[in-house]
Nanobody, 116 residues
Framework: QVQLVESGGGLVQTGGSLRLSCAASVHMFSFIKLGWYRQAPGQQRELVGTITRGGTTDYSPVVKGRFTISKDTAQNTLYLQMNSLKPEDTGLYYC??????????WGRGTQVTVSS
């Protein structure tokens, strides 16, 4: 069973930065794709961005240029560097992993709150 554990959330002012981490219980080469999603209160979960096994990244237009996804395969950890944060970035941020057989796993999320 794959486990994903997010950390690094918190309260930050508008314009600030946070780095989220997602620790995986298996080697990252087990995943075809990793991603970050977020869900604001009363809204649907939305994609923030993804990174493939080969390292190709893709971002939602609303975060492109401000957020950066990276991974450390030696540490089995996925990262989300968030800069120039806005109040609308507030939400519960989830890590997602897709295996080669298309099975997906989710973490429990870490809360990010951006104050105006």
């Amino acid at each position: 069973q794959v486990q994903l554990v997010e950390s690094g959330g918190g309260l930050v002012q508008t314009g600030g930065s946070l780095r989220l981490s997602c620790a995986a219980s298996v080697h990252m080469f087990s995943f075809i794709k990793l991603g970050w999603y977020r869900q604001a209160p009363g809204q649907q979960r939305e994609l923030v961005g993804t990174i493939t096994r080969g390292g190709t990244t893709d971002y939602s237009p609303v975060v492109k240029g401000r957020f950066t996804i990276s991974k450390d395969t030696a540490q089995n950890t996925l990262y989300l560097q968030m800069n120039s944060l806005k109040p609308e970035d507030t939400g519960l941020y989830y890590c997602n992993a897709e295996m080669f057989d298309r099975t997906t796993y989710w973490g429990r999320g870490t809360q990010v709150t951006v104050s105006s």
